[in-house]
């Protein structure tokens, strides 16, 4: 897995339309995509949708929320496909009838982040579970998403393994923001606080201060993607065959290749996963 870099970037609004298609595309058939605030911080969407409307002519507007938030935009048919990371909120959807079908799309991890000084001394930790309950024993200031998130759904599982109910927790030290990745990492690195973050978002973060990766390596911190066609049956406005299209060429093996190749930094910030025993499951 990558390890964190020094690149700096500018965080866009957390809902955005992709631009910057060629001229010609500007009639051309458009999609929506409702998806996470790490494909977008990440720069993975501004690197591939110009690639896809070239190839397709299908222009692709994307609102980046967090996972919770997508998943009930895509419910109420404001989205024509769903691109997410919590994999039961995901089989949830479609076992309601609001999707067709899951297919994983990539992967990367999860990563808690946190001050140089590290008063809670989990450098090095391998038990993501075991770092954040020595977060909570030393009161060391967390930075929570709070948001329903994907990672927010991560973090929440990981404090439960780890025994700490953060709701019952001394607000001193266990702060919410509410916001985006981006956002967070921005509130944790003012207040040199640890925090719980996706690897390809850290790695392009530019605003680290004093941060740095504590805690990684643990199988609990891995972090799928899939991404699944809204049902057409359920809301007939939607554009399911340039939707279908938009899923076969992210899982074809041009689209992998692509995901695969895309770099922050010099490091992978995501790998493909359409080929895995994971998309074998789903079949």
Not at 182 to 206: E, K, P
Request: charged share 20%.
């Amino acid at each position: 897995m990558p390890t964190q870099s020094r690149s700096r970037c500018g965080w866009l609004p957390a809902a955005i339309v992709v631009l910057g298609m060629l001229p010609a595309l500007s009639n051309a058939e458009s999609i929506t995509v409702a998806s996470t605030t790490s494909t977008e911080n990440s720069g993975l969407f501004e690197y591939l949708l110009p690639i896809f409307a070239r190839e397709t002519g299908i222009e692709v507007k994307v609102v980046a929320v967090g996972t919770g938030q997508a998943i009930r935009l895509a419910q109420s048919g404001d989205a024509d496909v769903l691109f997410v990371h919590h994999r039961p909120s995901e089989e949830a959807f479609v076992a309601d009838g609001f999707g067709l079908k899951r297919y994983p799309v990539m992967y990367n991890d999860f990563v808690i982040v946190g001050p140089a000084s590290d008063p809670a001394d989990i450098r090095g930790s391998k038990d993501a579970a075991q770092a954040l309950g020595k977060i909570a024993a030393t009161e060391s200031v967390f930075v929570s998403r709070g948001d329903d998130s994907g990672t927010h759904k991560k973090e929440l599982s990981l404090w439960q393994a780890s025994g700490t109910d953060p709701a019952a927790a001394n607000k001193s030290w266990y702060r919410e923001t509410g916001s985006g990745m981006g956002a967070t990492l921005n509130t944790a690195s003012g207040m040199n606080a640890y925090v719980l973050s996706d690897r390809a978002t850290w790695i392009r973060f530019g605003n680290k201060g004093e941060l740095e990766i504590l805690a990684e390596g643990d199988p609990a911190l891995f972090n799928p993607y899939g991404v699944i066609l809204v049902n057409p049956e359920k809301h007939p406005h939607v554009h399911a065959a340039e939707g279908q299209a938009f899923i076969d060429w992210l899982v074809s093996e041009h689209g992998q290749t692509l995901i695969g190749a895309y770099r922050i930094d010099g490091q992978p910030a995501f790998y493909p996963d359409a080929d895995s025993a994971d998309a074998v499951d789903d079949e």
